[in-house]
């Protein structure tokens, strides 16, 4: 039998930061085949953020630090910081390492953790994990990418798709079970590498003339593929995960889903029974952030004072991997 937890993690803080160069619609129409309509209609993008100058950990630092002067929390109080990221500045060391010491949290160890589009995610359930053991009182998890960095922006199936982003969130302790996180249900899936992939500069075909001239630093997709499992994907388990813990429709104050696709996110929420105002969106805005769709949205939210304590959200993701899953919080804070 799983043992009683001492506590729940809570959100407490949250923070973001996307920088000001914006790539439109009408952008690209000067760069490849498309059209604005074309666009709009089949993804729900407007524009995306394109970060000039740095790394990931310039998203990232900047968004922690938006969170630690937004909620007055001091660098030496961080016990841990996670980094969910596809777009490392280097693979290593660690972005969470660059911004431990770029905000001074003198006091943290941390890490980052791969998980594409589902990496927020699964970062704040292993940040959630070490809230709830007691071991920890102050995780900081962000979701941060630069995907910018590796879009093909010849390649006009994939690259209206991203842009750049950070967002951060910081879980501390909270005895009421009554808030938090409640439940989720994760998933990985292996046999979608071949969808979804980046095949160039890793251990398998590390840096060379040949992996460059053939692309393989680039977002590799199938859309269609990725489209059809992940509309099916995302709305199993989120369905799953409110039959799990007997909510209806009426219950769930928002869904949070990773914003890839305005279609995928409006077929889960039908699935579900949510109607449009029901759903966190700023994929009109941002594009697809991978890691920092879901923690922007809830940035963006709590700030327009549109989540309320005790609102219950159902944060749902689906990237590459597969990776996917649901998880269930109850907000924590005014
Ligand atoms: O976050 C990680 C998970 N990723 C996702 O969830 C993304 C999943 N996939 C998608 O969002 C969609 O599949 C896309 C937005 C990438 C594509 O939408 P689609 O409705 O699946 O379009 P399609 O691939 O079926 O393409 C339809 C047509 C094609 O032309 P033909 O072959 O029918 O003549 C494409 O060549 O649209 C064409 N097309 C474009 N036309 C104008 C593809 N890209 C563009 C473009 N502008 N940028």
């Not at 199936?157 to 842009?163: T, V, W």
């Not at 995960?241 to 007997?246: A, D, P, R, V």
């Amino acid at each position: 039998m799983a043992q009683e937890k001492k506590y729940n993690a809570i959100i407490t803080a949250v923070g973001m930061y996307f920088p000001d160069k914006v790539f439109d619609n009408k952008y690209f129409e000067s760069i490849i085949d498309t059209n604005e309509e074309w666009i709009l209609t089949r993804t729900g993008i407007r524009e995306r953020r394109i970060l000039e100058n740095g790394g990931t950990s310039v998203l990232a630092t900047n968004a922690a630090l938006d969170l630690m002067q937004k909620h007055n929390i001091k660098a030496e109080e961080i016990d841990c910081i996670i980094v969910a990221t596809v777009t490392p500045d280097m693979f290593f060391p660690p972005t969470a390492c660059l911004v431990q010491k770029r905000i001074g949290a003198v006091n943290a160890w941390g890490f980052d953790l791969e998980a594409a589009c589902s990496g927020f995610l699964f970062a704040f359930q292993t940040g959630s994990g070490l809230i709830e053991s007691g071991q920890y009182k102050k995780v900081m998890i962000i979701g941060a990418d630069k995907m910018s960095s590796i879009t093909d922006y010849t390649d006009r199936n994939n690259c209206i798709l991203f842009g750049d982003g950070g967002a951060a969130v910081l879980l501390e302790p909270i005895e009421d079970k009554n808030f938090g996180l409640q439940d989720s249900i994760l998933h990985v899936d292996g046999s979608g590498e071949v969808a979804l992939h980046m095949k160039g500069g890793g251990s398998l075909n590390p840096p060379s003339h040949e992996t460059v001239d053939k692309k393989m630093h680039y977002i590799y997709q199938d859309g269609k593929a990725v489209f059809k499992v992940a509309v099916k994907g995302m709305a199993d388990v989120s369905v799953e995960l409110m039959q799990k813990n007997n909510l209806k429709s009426e219950d769930i104050a928002y869904l949070v889903p990773h914003q890839a696709n305005m279609r995928i996110i409006d077929a889960t929420a039908e699935r579900m029974g949510l109607s449009r105002d029901k759903v966190m969106i700023n994929i009109d805005r941002y594009g697809n952030t991978t890691a920092a769709t879901i923690p922007s949205c809830l940035v963006e939210y709590y700030r327009a004072g549109k989540i309320k304590k005790g609102d219950k959200l159902i944060l749902s993701a689906f990237g590459a991997g597969y990776t996917w899953g649901a998880t269930y919080i109850v907000w924590a804070i005014d």
